[in-house]
């Protein structure tokens, strides 16, 4: 059976470079009519969307409080048919590539926030070429310095795979059925549900805890033996 790791955030020395960035646009938190919830999601990132031209563009290029629902709802179906079918899009979801400063020199990969990864062009082809699946390096529009650094890409990870029920802690009500909002914390031991799980894919970002990021063995591996420096791995269980 395919073993599963966390991909959890570098410690100092494997993370070299840093940024300063926010993705171009993104929805707004919102107030729940139905649990009276004020959130917003993180996790749920769509660095390949393009909202150019999108008439609601100036309005989700801003950080705000949506109070009103069903203009919420009505902003996440005109988003709707642009992303992949199934796709989350919860309150906080955010779209579009990273703008703002960057510094290198840069590691392989740059894991600065946990549910973010920036990788080097240079690595992402090696991991092409060890026959990796579903990797996708999108561009950005951070400005590198010094000028003559090599840039990076962000990879857009598809959110797939769950957290096992046995996981979550009892007293957690079920998903609110209005806005999605589940209300509970990363477990201290996360389990994966086995039968969530994709064949198809060696990097994703769990659908109920979009802030998780999970590789598989391949994708372990492979960044070993090419000594792709910047991650860090720690196993997680599968039932």
């Not at 309150?91 to 590691?107: E, H």
């Amino acid at each position: 059976m395919t073993r599963f790791f966390h991909l959890e955030r570098g410690d100092g020395e494997r993370q070299k470079g840093t940024y300063k960035a926010r993705h171009k646009w993104g929805l707004p938190g919102v107030t729940c009519p139905h649990c009276h919830a004020t959130w917003a999601s993180t996790g749920f990132n769509y660095p390949a969307l393009d909202l150019t031209n999108h008439p609601a563009a100036k309005k989700l290029a801003k950080a705000y409080l949506e109070k009103d629902f069903e203009e919420f709802e009505l902003l996440c179906e005109q988003l709707r048919p642009l992303l992949p079918p199934d796709s989350p899009l919860m309150p906080g979801a955010l779209f579009g590539p990273l703008v703002g400063t960057a510094r290198g020199p840069f590691a392989a990969f740059l894991q600065q926030y946990g549910d973010v990864v920036l990788v080097r062009p240079d690595a992402l082809a090696r991991l092409h070429g060890a026959g990796l699946r579903g990797l996708k390096g999108v561009s950005t529009e951070l400005r590198f310095r010094p000028k003559d650094v090599e840039e990076l890409l962000e990879l857009a990870v598809e959110p797939r795979g769950l957290l096992h029920p046995d996981c979550i802690p009892r007293s957690t009500q079920p998903p609110c059925p209005k806005c999605g909002r589940h209300g509970f914390s990363l477990p201290k031991e996360p389990v994966l549900d086995a039968a969530s799980l994709p064949l198809d894919l060696d990097l994703m970002r769990l659908r109920n805890f979009a802030m998780v990021l999970v590789v598989t063995q391949r994708f372990k591996d492979a960044v070993e033996q090419l000594e792709l420096d910047g991650l860090s791995f720690r196993e997680l269980p599968v039932r």
